[in-house]
Structure formats: structure tokens, C-alpha cells
């Protein structure tokens, strides 16, 4: 059977404006607009770090230098905020804002982290 020239073209034709509707219904991504920064970028925070004390005390200083004044202490376990580093001291914020040796203080990266690890140190020997 022969089938007419003109039908494969009225069928092509066909296709295609099926094609381009189907085509045209389908939206666009839209275009990529830049990314504006929040007004407080997450990357700007204060705090670096947690930690923990680990010594039995250690005293917290107005200055990263052994000379310097003493704020007060803190305690083995006390959880703070890691501020700062310089050379072997960290700047803390717990019960006192000031600088502590960096041998006195274990690291973590989130708060929870810290607190677990303070809640699961062993107590200390029991004083009569």
C-alpha cells in the first residue's frame, strides 16, 4: 500500500507542533540571582569553640602572660566558650571572661559535646 507523500508531512508537521506545545508548557528555571549575605553571617561568630577545664583549677587571667592578674578560677569539668588563641593561651567565656593556659582545657566543637564530656568525667577522690 502506498501512503501519499503529504501524510508523512502532515504528520511531521504535527509532531512537531505537538513538540513545541509540549515544550512551551514546561516553565524555565528561573534565572539565578545572587546570593546576598545574611546581616550577621553565620562565619562571623565570637565563639570558636567549647571546652572544658581538664586540671584540677586553673586560674583565669585579665592577660595571656603568667604575670598577669587573676580574674579567679575555674574548676576541672567547668564547661566554657572558646574565644581566642594565642600562642599556649585561650580566651574564655564561662563564669569569668579572661585567659587560661591551653593545657588546662580539652576542645569540642559544640557545647553538648563539652557538657557530655563533663558530665561523664570520674569524681575525684572522696574527701572526708
Not at 47 to 74: F, R, W
Not at 96 to 108: N, P, Q, R, S
Amino acid at each position: 500500500m502506498k501512503v501519499p507523500v503529504s501524510f508523512y508531512y502532515s504528520q511531521a508537521q504535527a509532531l512537531a507542533l505537538l513538540a513545541i506545545l509540549l515544550l512551551g508548557t514546561c516553565s524555565r528555571a528561573p534565572e539565578e540571582q545572587p546570593l546576598t549575605p545574611p546581616a550577621t553571617p553565620p562565619l562571623s561568630r565570637s565563639v570558636i569553640g567549647y571546652g572544658m577545664v581538664n586540671s584540677s583549677y586553673t586560674h583565669v587571667q585579665n592577660d595571656p602572660a603568667p604575670e598577669s592578674v587573676s580574674l579567679g578560677y575555674l574548676r576541672r569539668g567547668a564547661v566554657v566558650e572558646i574565644l581566642e588563641r594565642k600562642k599556649s593561651w585561650v580566651k574564655v567565656n564561662g563564669a569569668y571572661t579572661g585567659w587560661i593556659k591551653e593545657a588546662d582545657v580539652l576542645f569540642y566543637r559544640s557545647k553538648a559535646q563539652a557538657r557530655t564530656a563533663s558530665e561523664t568525667l570520674s569524681p575525684g577522690p572522696e574527701i572526708r
